[in-house]
C-alpha cells in the first residue's frame, strides 16, 4: 500500500466513524408524542364533561349542527379557521336555543340553504365537496328528526347510529385530508364515538 493510501485511508477513518454518520433517527419523546394526540386528549376530556345530564333529544338534535359545521367550512374554504368556526357555530346555536320566537333547527336549514346558494353564486357546486356536505346535512337531519319522532327506545339507537355514522364521517375526512382540518376531525371523531358509546350505555332521559 502507498502512502497515498494511507493518507486516504486516515482522512475516511474519522468521518465514517463518526457519531453522526451511523447515528439513528431520533425517537419522539412520549410526552411530544401525547401532546401530538392533544385532540384526542381533549375529546376524552370533553365526553366526560358532558356526559353527565345529557339527554337523547338533545343529542338527536345536535346531529345537523354537526353535519352544518363541515357544510360550513366546505362553504367557506378556510380549514386554517376550522376551530374559529366550529366556535361560532356553536355558540349561534346555543343562542338560538335561549330563544322561542326560531326554532333552531329550521334556522340551521335555511342557513345551510343560503350556504349552497352563495356557494353555488361562486362555482362550488361543479367541484362536488360542497354537495357532498350538502348530501350530509339532510343524511344527517333525516336521522335526527327519526330518532325524536321515534319510540323512546328506538330513538336511543337511531340517535346513537347517527353518532356513530358521524364519526365515520369524520374519519373519512381525517384520511382524506379535507374540508376540515385535521386537528378538528380526530377531535371530532374521537368525541362522536364517546358520545354514541355513552348513548348506549349510560342512563339518559
Given at each position: 500500500m502507498t502512502n497515498r493510501d494511507n493518507f486516504v485511508d486516515e482522512v475516511r477513518g474519522p468521518a465514517a466513524d463518526a457519531p453522526h454518520a451511523h447515528q439513528a433517527p431520533e425517537r419522539r419523546p412520549w410526552i411530544a408524542a401525547i401532546?401530538?394526540?392533544w385532540p384526542t386528549w381533549l375529546a376524552i376530556a370533553m365526553a366526560a364533561v358532558l356526559a353527565p345530564g345529557t339527554t337523547v333529544g338533545e343529542l338527536a338534535t345536535a346531529l345537523p349542527l354537526l353535519a352544518f359545521g363541515y357544510l360550513a367550512a366546505a362553504?367557506?374554504?378556510?380549514?386554517?379557521?376550522?376551530?374559529?368556526?366550529a366556535v361560532g357555530v356553536i355558540a349561534a346555536y346555543a343562542g338560538l336555543r335561549m330563544q322561542?320566537?326560531?326554532?333552531p333547527l329550521v334556522a340551521l336549514v335555511a342557513a345551510a340553504i343560503a350556504l349552497m346558494l352563495?356557494?353555488?353564486?361562486?362555482?362550488?357546486?361543479?367541484?362536488?365537496?360542497?354537495?357532498i356536505e350538502a348530501a350530509g346535512m339532510v343524511g344527517f337531519t333525516a336521522i335526527s328528526l327519526a330518532a325524536v319522532s321515534a319510540d323512546p327506545e328506538l330513538g336511543?339507537?337511531?340517535?346513537?347510529a347517527?353518532?356513530?355514522?358521524?364519526?365515520?364521517?369524520?374519519?373519512?375526512?381525517?384520511?382524506?385530508?379535507?374540508?376540515?382540518?385535521?386537528?378538528?376531525?380526530?377531535?371530532?371523531?374521537?368525541?362522536?364515538?364517546l358520545r354514541a358509546v355513552g348513548i348506549l350505555i349510560l342512563p339518559m332521559p
Open positions: 401532546l401530538h394526540r362553504a367557506l374554504k378556510r380549514r386554517g379557521a376550522t376551530w374559529l368556526l322561542d320566537l326560531v326554532d352563495w356557494g353555488a353564486l361562486r362555482g362550488q357546486l361543479r367541484r362536488g365537496t360542497l354537495v336511543r339507537w337511531v340517535v346513537a347517527g353518532w356513530f355514522g358521524h364519526a365515520a364521517w369524520d374519519l373519512a375526512h381525517l384520511k382524506a385530508d379535507k374540508v376540515v382540518s385535521r386537528s378538528f376531525a380526530e377531535w371530532c371523531t374521537v368525541f362522536d364515538v
